[in-house]
């Protein structure tokens, strides 16, 4: 191999290594913002969320938060979490409509279900809490 080989693989490699070292940065850069992102939707929604525990004080600000968050959920979240949301407001929607069936643990079940989605997806993949070890605070 000439000396002249060396210097066009060796540059070719150099430029190489270049761009995949931007392309991994631009990747991570734009996981990182995604991230960060999803984080407020899932704050926010669990701050509104305040409105379904009991003895909350209910005002027209909170329930705008809860829908505004909510529709920011289904741009942010992965299906998993949405198909939670869902399950969650189904429930409620039934307690709130007298269904017998509902129960105060069926409902704060659901809640609590939710609340390890979002954590599952954002990074607590491992997390071993179950819905059940959720604690409602008054």
């Given at each position: 191999m000439t000396l002249t080989q060396i210097l066009v693989t060796l540059a070719g490699g150099g430029l190489l290594g270049y761009f995949l070292k931007y392309y991994l940065d631009l990747k991570f850069s734009k996981e990182s913002e995604i991230h960060a992102k999803k984080r407020k939707v899932?704050?926010?929604l669990v701050s509104a969320?305040?409105?379904?525990?009991?003895?909350r004080n209910i005002t027209p600000e909170l329930k705008s938060n809860l829908f505004s968050s909510y529709s920011r959920l289904w741009l942010w979240a992965p299906?998993?979490?949405i198909y939670e949301?869902?399950?969650m407001?189904?429930?409620?929607?039934k307690q709130a409509n007298k269904d017998p069936e509902i129960t105060?643990?069926?409902?704060n079940n659901a809640y609590a279900s939710l609340v390890i989605a979002m954590r599952k997806d954002i990074g607590?993949?491992?997390?071993?809490?179950?819905?059940?070890?959720?604690?409602?605070l008054s």
């Open positions: 899932y704050e926010d969320m305040q409105i379904f525990i009991k003895g299906d998993s979490v949301a869902l399950h407001f189904n429930i409620l929607t105060v643990e069926i409902a607590f993949n491992k997390t071993r809490l179950k819905s059940e070890d959720y604690r409602f």
